[in-house]
């Protein structure tokens, strides 16, 4: 239903874009975003973009980091700018109903790792 990509290795400073293709889901009824998870912790919300509401960003990403949708691509994009090496982590896309709270969706995951 979610297919992430757009991960990789890149030096402290770099950028990265990450892509969410969703399928098989009336996407604009969804609230999306991005979650990642770094070796040893816990699963934390980067940035979560309502559908048709105001977008939100975690205090460790705010200034760097931006969330998009494209409710007519199905697409959820995450561009990520300055990046540093606490932001390696599996990042994750995130699709919940707005109805119907038992439809929620994870995506694969994308690792992206941030050398010093």
């Known amino acids: 239903q979610l297919q992430a990509s757009g991960g990789g290795l890149v030096q402290a400073g770099g950028s990265l874009r990450l892509s969410c293709a969703a399928s098989g889901i009336s996407f604009s009824d969804y609230d999306v975003g991005w979650y990642r998870q770094a070796p040893g912790k816990q699963r934390e919300l980067v940035a979560p973009?309502?559908?048709?509401?105001?977008?939100t960003y975690a205090d460790s990403v705010k200034g760097r980091f931006t969330i998009s949708r494209d409710n007519a691509r199905n697409t959820v994009l995450l561009l990520m700018n300055s990046l540093k090496p606490e932001d390696t982590a599996v990042y994750y896309c995130?699709?919940?109903?707005?109805?119907?709270?038992?439809?929620?969706?994870w995506g694969q995951g994308t690792l992206v790792t941030v050398s010093s």
């Open positions: 995130n699709a919940l109903n707005r109805y119907d709270s038992s439809r929620h969706y």
């Open positions: 973009i309502p559908s048709g509401r105001t977008t």
